[in-house]
Structures are given as C-alpha cells and as structure tokens.
C-alpha cells in the first residue's frame, strides 16, 4: 500500500508540474514596421498609466510608468510593475517576442506565470501587429529605475505556479472572436471593449477563484480592490454597462460617447472613482472609437445586474 501511494503521489506530482508549467510561443513574429500613432491609441485605451504612472501622475508624467502602485484584494496585494523602457528595472531589455508573450500568454520573459491581476485575459485578444505598435511606442517613453517590491500575497495564491492550473480553466474562456454578422463599427467596438480596454477585467463578475463568470459578461461586479484600511466592505460595486435597465439601458449611443468624452452622465453626474481615469483615457481617442464602444454596448445582451 505504501509503494502504491508513493506512485499515486508520483503521478499526481508529475501531472502537476507539467500542467503548471509556464508556456510561450516561439513562434516568429510577423515583419512589421511600426506605427506609433496607433501605439499611442493602444496605450491610452489600454489605460497603461492609471496602473503604471504614479498614482498623482499628471500630465507628461502620465508617461512614466515607473509602476508601484498597490491593488489591495482578498487574495493579498498586488504591486503594479515598472514597463518603463529601462532595461535593468522596467521591460527595455525585452524582445518583441517578449511582450507579445505577456501580454497574450501572461508569462514573463523568465518563464515565470503572471498573476492574472495584469489583464492578460483581456489583452490576449489584441491584434499581433497592435501588440508590436504598443510596444514600439511604450520604448519611446522616459525610462524610470524604479524598483518595484513583490506582491505579498495570502497562501496558497503567493504559489505562482498555481497560475498555470489557472490558466487551464480560465484562460481561453476570455478570447473574444470576431463575429461575422456585426456591423464594422460593433465589432471595432467590441475590439476596443473586450482587448485593449479590458473593461471585462472590472464590471464581469468572478468567481470564487477570480475567474470571470462569461455569462454575466460587463453585468456589473463586487469591486476586488478595497479601499483605506484594508477593509473589504469598502470595496463597492463596479456598475453594469449591459443595455439592461439595471444598467445603461436608458442610455443612447451619443450619451454613452459623450459620457466617455467629458465624464458626465445623462443626468449631468460625474464619473467618480477609478473610472474618473478610464474616462480620461477614453477622452484621448478619436470620436469614432468612442462612438464604436458605445455601438457595441448597446448591441450585448441586457443583463441583470444581480444573478438568477
């Protein structure tokens, strides 16, 4: 019996390790000459300085993203890195190859599992070539030596190669794909939402593992960040932005566009909150980018903002 259970115990531990493991492409990347024009489009709507810049970042210093910021959750807390293009402290020691695997993969250049608070569910579903034009444009930016300490994380989320478990449960549930009957302006939209914009990554709500529950898709979440003190109850609601009537159902496309625009809603309330600095990003887009996110929104399932 004991040998037995030493082989069971063999077996198991095995199956473990190879499942955990961290895996990113080879594969080459396509030629691309970049365009940083559409870089800085990504690097807005990704909304990479409200995680990466300083918290009372203004300005040019929105593109400093020397990292540091804390996102206190029940699984502990998480520190947002530095993606400055210093190359000792930030990522401009990274090949392209690098970051597209990060971003798509949610693996580190080291081989390493990143914890899914970094919205690769989301990202993984931007375009190669936008990939390669974010990051063109992300080495052009200041470079901050910046070290950033490690998450302090509650057992048994501090073991990262849990992740790859994760992973296998969560991970391809997020692609978003293109559909064929939308309208050019939905599915630019719906690109926006469910890639660079991660909106999916607040207002879906998760399950008791942090996985987003897909069919309650933009329906509105208990916020996993808490506020001062640590203090879970101060952790709030992420609002539904379905055309429900628990959400913007009684929005027209041009007060969702707008609201993106100037931060105020049809009734003349501003956004507060984290969503004061998604707005801000959202206001750097063109108008038809803002105008394609609200198509899109408008054309999702209405859901209930509570589950039946």
Known sequence: MLVAGLVVAGVLACAFFVLTMARSSREPLPEHSANFANGELLFWAGGCASCHA???AEDSDLLILSGGRSLNTPFGVFRSPNISPDPNFGIGGWSMLDFVNAMV?????DKRHYYPAFPYPNYQNIEIDDLLDLKAYLNTLPPSSNEVAGHSLQFPYSLRRGIGLWKWRYLARSRSDRTNEASEQIERGRYLVRGPGHCGACHTARDQ???EITERLLAGAESLEFGEGNDASSAGRIPNITPH???IGGWSESDIAYALETGFDPDFDSFGGSMVEVQENMARLPAEDRA?????LKSIPAISSEAH
């Open 105 to 109: 993969k949610g693996v580190s250049p």
């Open 245 to 247: 009537a628990e959400g």
């Open 54 to 56: 300083a918290a009372d």
């Open 209 to 211: 593992f942090g996985g």
């Open 292 to 296: 394609a996110i609200a198509a899109y």
